[in-house]
């Protein structure tokens, strides 16, 4: 594709897609990881002396329609904030706007505009219109085609990757396409069903697979051991038993917990109680792995020569159910490894426990770093090596 950091930006109007889709909670930006990770490129584009135009989705409003709660006024003055200068919020851009050489702008919700959603070619054309080049930086929501990520960069003059994008692709491909083995790979989170191509496609190119969370739950019941009343999906204990078999099969296996940490109810309170697998009752919830469980995929995690992880392994937001997210996310930090990690909780757990520092990569996406995990072609990616093609 072709790089942003390559091409000469001055005097030009340039259109940044990012992915400013961060928590706002009263008119303030309540995590701002993601703004932090566009400021190079931001920052980039205006030293260049750029006309720059942000855009971004925020949420996802009724279309078509205003609404205050999705504005990116908060996300403006956030960024404005950072960089030290003006944020001008743009309501009304379709048909044009005036930006200054070296001025940020940045226009409203994408998801405000008719069109957006379903990739609609005329709003598209307009977007495309605003600028001399486009730049799709928005990992985040490189796997939605839509007309801010997909159909604008398609009829744009220019269209290129954003440095956030390219470093995303890179981090990301460098784990999985080429990594440094044994490759580890750490799922967990509360469904199979949601993770069920992640997983499946994971164990293709990984050494080592390590499960946690409720997705856990659904192997320990596929190896005949009693959940009680976990969260669990019994329709997918054929599913786990035939990954379980074609991992066998390699050589090597997917551990299931031999201790888990229950409790009667899900709430902060309830008493937490640490015991064999086998010996989970009736009434029992799993909320987290044990204390022996995190020891032996700790030392799993140690050996790794790459490691990928997504989702806790435990109901973290729950001190008394911690431990093991903790342990494991501390595994990960302490180890050689080059460690990518992604998705929302994993990020809350990553803050947490203060490893942010530790960890190689962390990426900015949710349901994109999953469809990438997936091995699938993220259709942002896909149209900018079309438009690199010529
Ligand atoms: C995300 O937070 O995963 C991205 O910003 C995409 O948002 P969406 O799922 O509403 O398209």
Not at 209 to 229: D, E, M, R, S, Y
Not at 323 to 338: H, Y
Not at 358 to 366: A, K, L
């Given at each position: ?55 971004s ?47 940020v ?6 998801r405000?505009n ?8 005329a ?27 997909h ?63 409720g ?5 320990i ?35 299931v ?7 009667k109810e ?48 435990g109901?973290?937001?729950f001190?008394q ?21 992604g ?19 962390i ?28």
């Amino acid at each position: 594709v072709i790089k942003m950091t390559d091409l000469d930006l001055a005097g030009k109007r340039v259109l940044i897609r990012e992915d400013l889709n961060v928590p706002v909670k009263d008119g303030k930006v309540t995590s701002d990881a993601r703004i932090r990770a566009s400021l190079p490129t931001i920052e980039h584009a205006m030293k260049a002396g750029a006309k720059v135009m942000l855009m971004s989705h925020l949420g996802r409003p009724e279309e078509g329609v205003f609404s205050e709660e999705n504005s990116l006024k908060p996300v403006a003055d956030h960024l404005a904030g950072l960089l030290g200068s003006d944020v001008r919020l743009v309501r009304d851009y379709l048909d044009g706007v005036d930006v200054a050489e070296g001025e940020v702008v940045m226009l409203e919700n994408v998801r405000f505009n008719k069109g957006e959603k379903k990739n609609d070619e005329a709003l598209s054309r307009k977007y495309a219109a605003l600028c001399d080049v486009y730049v799709m930086d928005a990992f985040g929501t490189a796997h939605r085609a839509q007309a801010s990520t997909h159909g604008a960069g398609q009829y744009a003059p220019t269209a290129c990757a954003g440095p956030l994008l390219a470093a995303e692709l890179e981090a990301l491909g460098k784990a999985l396409d080429n990594p440094r083995r044994p490759l580890v790979a750490i799922v967990g989170g509360s469904k199979v069903s949601t993770k069920l191509t992640v997983l499946e496609s994971l164990s293709k190119v990984v050494d080592q697979l390590i499960v946690g969370g409720g997705i856990a739950n659904t192997f320990i019941a596929a190896q005949g051991h009693p959940v009680g009343k976990s969260l669990y999906e019994a329709d997918l204990v054929d599913e786990a038993k035939r990954l379980m078999a074609a991992a066998k099969e390699k050589g090597g296996d997917i551990p299931v917990p031999t201790d888990v940490v229950t409790g009667k109810e899900f709430s902060e309170s309830t008493p937490a109680d640490t015991k064999a697998v086998a010996n989970v009752s009736d009434d029992d919830m799993i909320f987290d792995v044990g204390p022996d469980t995190a020891a032996s995929y700790a030392s799993l995690l140690r050996q790794a020569g790459t490691i990928v992880w997504n989702g806790p392994v435990g109901v973290f937001e729950f001190d008394q159910f911690a431990a093991g997210t903790k342990a494991l996310g501390e595994a990960i930090a302490e180890s050689d490894a080059f460690s990518i990690a992604g998705g929302g909780d994993t990020l809350a757990a990553i803050d947490k426990y203060g490893l942010a520092e530790r960890i190689s990569y962390i990426s900015t996406g949710g349901g994109a770093f999953l469809e990438f995990l997936e091995g699938k072609k993220l259709p942002a990616v896909a149209m900018l090596e079309e438009r690199a093609k010529g």
